[in-house]
């Protein structure tokens, strides 16, 4: 049976997802699943049954109220039967690309059942769900359910900007802001999230603090030289530097050699023919805009530390990453 959003919410009552969101890396044979609900807890309970289930999941990380999931494309058996809510209560079976789309199955069992069938069903996002039986539409108790959704295929993109700023004004992480806002409001283009990326704080180049900013996007295939443009128009027209950097890079997980790099940029003074070398061959381009191309240092450690949390904010060996509890 076939149930779009508002049926199932029809059905069940309004639960509390937020957002579903997929993200998929053909070339490397990965996804990258985003889910929000209204509160943190439900969401760690989700994370850590998942993770227990195995199946397809490689990682997953929570952020206040958001999860977020690296799957394998395929399918997968998961480590629980249909009642045994002692060894994970939810799953993740399979993940498939069917043109645009992306078809995810899911099993639960107990009040995890009723999370798959009755909540991520509705949440925003899905385009349809589809229960296999009858039988998976009873949700709750010791049940056992089982639903596939339907959702629009996204592209990863991820942008590093540095060197927009002067002695006398602004700051790389605010236009970097200004241009996720304005990117975003392009149809098929959801922004994800900013990132500061604290550099070498003794390089002679830095304007003051030596950070840069990296935005995500999550994009609709044919929206990303939309998006490209868009943000390169919004740095080119507010910069106020004329060493502006700006760095692209489209897929899911930041290659090794390119992470790398950018720890390599954080940790010492990094010259640009070394930058523009190593890059070769990590799935990163720079955007040409100023003849001086210094910000693209900054500007390719911002992709390649993207994924690293506090500890991109931080210094290298900063001494407050030991009081941030993680």
Known sequence: MMLKPEQVKEKFGPMFSQRFLTMVDVSKG??????TCSVRGTIEWDAVNRCRAGGLIEWCEVEGTTMTMRVRLGESPIKFGPTDVEYGGQGLEAVKVEGDKVRTRWAGCGGAGLGVAACLTQAPGVLHAVYPTEEDLKVGGARANRVELVT???EKVTFGIDDTDNREGGATWVLALKASKAASSIEGVQSLNLRLIQLFPKSPHKTTNCVSSAITFAVR????ESLINSVVSTVKAETRSNKTGIAVYRGIGIPHSLNELGW???KRLVSLGHVEEAA???GVEFIELFENREGRIGALAAVALSEERTDAAALYND???PLIKK
Do not use: D, F, H, S
Request: glycine share 10%.
């Open 152 to 154: 629009p295929l996204y």
């Open 280 to 282: 070769r061959g990590t």
């Open 264 to 266: 390599e940029i954080k």
């Open 30 to 35: 990965v996804a990258e699943i985003i889910e």
């Open 221 to 224: 295939p044919g929206a990303v």
């Open 319 to 321: 001494c407050a990453l």
